[in-house]
Each structure stands twice: as C-alpha cells, then as structure tokens.
DNA sequence: TCCTTCATGTAACTAGTTACATGATTAT
DNA sequence: ATAATCATGTAACTAGTTACATGAAGGA
C-alpha cells in the first residue's frame, strides 16, 4: 500500500493517541490544516485503508446507541511514520494564494484598489497567526516540542508576511513611483 | 462561464503580450508558479474556453509547417481581469508542505534526524530564493512595479524561511530542552 | 547525427472538495 | 424546543498531475 502525506497526517495524529475520524478532522483543524489540510472525504477511507494493511486498528467506542469507532496506531504503524519523518527526502512547498496572484497583476489597476488589496491580506494573516496564538498554550503544555516549534513557525511566518503587506501598503499609499 | 484563479492566471499572462500556450507555461514556471502553479494539462484546454467566451482571441502564428497559435487578450478579457483584480475578496492561503509535517510529527525520532530534516529545508529555502533572485533583474527591467514587488516578497520570505530554519537546527543541536 | 528546445495536445489518473444524508447527544 | 456538537459516511464533482504521442527547428 502507497502511503501519501494525507495517510501520514492521520497516522501522525493517531500518534498522540487512539482517535476517531471526527477526532483527528478537528485535530488537524487547528495544527496541520495549516501546512496539510484533509477533509473528512479523504479521512474516512484513508482509515479503512491504513485498517486494512495493519498501520492502525480499530476498535468500537459506541456509547450506547451512538457509534462510535477510535482506532489506534500500531507498532507497524508507528513505525512506518517514524520512518518517513526520518527519510528528509526533498519535495516541494506549494502555495496556493489567489490574493497574492492578484498583487502580481495589479499593475493596470488604479493604485488604491492595490493597497485595498493589501491591507486584507495583511488583515488576514494578523488573523491566521492570532488563530494560531490561541492554541499555543496547548501545545506549550505538553511535552511536544516540535509540535511546539512549528506552532511558533506558523506564528511567525504570518506574522511577518502581515508586516511586509502592511509596509508595502504604506509606501504605496505615501506615493512611490521610483524604487 | 465560471473563471477560477487558474484562468486568471492565464488571463494574466496574457495581458503582458501575445503569447502560444507554451510560452504562458514557461512564463507560469519562473512566476505565478510559486503561488500558482499550473500544468500544460489546464493551459491549453483553458485557452480554448476563454476563447469561445470571447476573453482572448486565437491568430495562426505558425512558422513554415511548424504550427503555432498565440493568443492575445480582448477588451472584455482585459476588463475581465481589471475587475478580478480589484476585487479584493478574502481568500485563504494554501500551502502544502510535505517537509513542515514531517517536522510537526519528529518528537518521536532521533533529534539528529530532525537536525538533518531541518537542513534539508534550509537548504530548500535558499534554492527557492536563488531562483528568484535570478530573473530579478528581468522583473525590475520592466515597468511592471507591482509583478517586482511580488518578487522581493518571495525572495524575502523564503529568505526568511532558510534562516528560521537554520536558527532552529542550530538551538537544537547545541541541546536544548527547555525553551 | 543527436540532443535540446519549441509546440500542441490528450487520456488516464490521483487528489481533494462539497454537498448531502443520517441520527444521537448535549447544552441553552 | 432547538441549536450546536458529535459522529460517520458517500456520491458527485472539480481540479490538477503525469505520462505519453507527435513532430519540426535549431544548435552542438
């Protein structure tokens, strides 16, 4: 079985220990969304596949008539995930950002509609990092601190992008035509 | 007809000059890629959609036998993508990192191997950076003050990035445990 | 001669999203 | 009551990649 970076994103989670679906999709809402995103259309299946080649087991948590199935990593599993953090294979970052294409083309514009533009996106940065900040404490409070520091990467990393949006802005809108 | 970013991205292209397909696909690849990368799979099923909306217009350009189509942008397809432009909408950022989720799930391996991990992706950062870097000059040549601005941005952040990285490798490896 | 670049295109595939359906439990 | 959250799942869709085919032109 072929394992993608999605199966490891449920494999990972599942390392912090036994979770349902529903678990790890709010999970990895707050943590890994931000540099793997996975929608419940992916996890589900993902499950029964990693189920069925012995990476994760699964066992029922109904509580009463509501059921309810966790699954666990294991000892294969665990290793398997081990060995692909360890394996630095180089592959690329992609970036998706529609506004950032927009900054690219605002040449023909007229100059206000450009620091409009980037006065959202530096709002919406200011936000991510804050989104961020609030699950810090938590992940400051275990003793995970890789998770820890890509927390405090993220943070950082909007944060300085929300700067350089903002300070483009500015000398936008104090009229510079040379450079 | 429905555009999304990566008709855009196209449209964009174009409004720098008549283009074929292929040379949109070489212009995407030094630009728009590290935001928006797309594949000759969608250029050239989408030059046929604009077309048939109007957007561009398609001239025979072949050279001999050799044939060869440019397109160029219409009226309404300029306009089309001034109003795209300067609708400043919310949209999310996406990054898809391989590398960082290997990073946020590397408590559980040997802190050397993380050390490596983190070299690779410094290493990653600068290449990025480089790359720029090199048709910087071409950016600043033109009067296009924006599509420079973009440039620098990414120059800057994957700058930003190498060095974050490097800090990191750097702390863990003269061993620290507490933060 | 042979390799690289120019040039266009598609079929098959892989990945990912969205919308929907279902229904129990818990908090207001 | 009723809204929110817990919980699982899938079908249909949209997007994007990869691999391949074809072949001319130009340079080494």
New binding site residues.
């Given amino acids: 079985m072929?394992l993608?970076?999605?199966s490891y994103v449920v494999l990972g989670s599942l390392s912090f220990g036994p979770r349902?679906?529903?678990?790890i999709k709010?999970l990895a809402d707050i943590s890994t969304r931000h540099f793997w995103?996975?929608?419940?259309?992916?996890i589900?299946?993902e499950?029964r596949r990693l189920s069925a080649s012995g990476l994760v087991s699964a066992e029922d948590a109904s509580?009463?008539?509501?059921?309810?199935?966790?699954y666990h990593l294991t000892d294969r599993g665990r290793q398997m995930l081990n060995e692909w953090v360890s394996e630095p294979a180089l592959t690329k970052v992609e970036i998706?950002d529609e506004m950032l294409l927009k900054l690219f083309f605002a040449d023909a514009v007229p100059r206000k509609d450009t620091v409009r533009l980037l006065e959202v996106m530096r709002r919406r940065h200011r936000e991510i990092a804050a989104g961020l900040r609030e699950n810090e404490p938590m992940a400051a409070a275990q003793q995970h601190e890789m998770k820890y520091e890509v927390m405090r990467f993220g943070i950082a990393l909007h944060e300085w992008c929300a700067d350089w949006y903002g300070k483009l802005a500015a000398d936008l809108e104090r009229g510079r035509g040379a450079r």
């Fill in positions: 072929e993608n970076p999605t349902s679906g529903y678990d709010q995103a996975i929608s419940y259309g992916q589900y299946p499950l509580r009463g008539t509501r059921h309810r199935t966790v998706r």
